[in-house]
């Protein structure tokens, strides 16, 4: 059974960087693509970035192109995501996500291939 442990998430200023953990334990971390969502009260779990499986291919919502960037670390059994120039729209909870199949180069991702969901770390962001 896949495990996955976040950490990172905290209050910052607007403008401000942070930067998000998320440790795949229970399976071979190398089967599986990861991604990152995040959700705001009453509102869908949107997708933010993800990572296919080989770490070949990084996929981004357009909403954070150029101020996130998403990395894979197999050694570590780890992704993470850095957040740089935050703004109170990025105010949510944070989900880290694995994927066995689905989210390729080819076919991209969606939030339909991700199965296993860790718990989400809260970001907010003041003004």
């Known amino acids: 059974q896949v495990q996955l442990a976040e950490s990172g998430g905290g209050l910052v200023q607007a403008g401000d960087s942070l930067k998000l953990s998320c440790k795949l334990s229970?399976?071979?971390?190398?089967?599986?693509?990861m991604g990152w969502f995040r959700q705001t009260p009453g509102k869908e779990r949107d997708f933010v970035a993800a990572?296919?499986?080989?770490?070949?291919?990084?996929f981004y919502a357009d909403s954070v192109k150029g101020r996130l960037a998403m990395t894979r670390d197999t050694a570590k059994w780890s992704v993470y995501l850095q957040m740089n120039d935050l703004t109170p729209a990025d105010t949510a909870v944070y989900y880290c996500a694995a994927a066995l199949v689905g989210c390729t180069s080819g076919a991209g991702c969606s939030r339909a291939d991700f199965a296993s969901w860790g718990q989400g770390p809260q970001v907010a962001v003041s003004s």
């Open positions: 990572v296919t499986f080989t770490g070949g291919s990084t």
């Open positions: 229970g399976r071979p971390f190398t089967s599986y693509a």
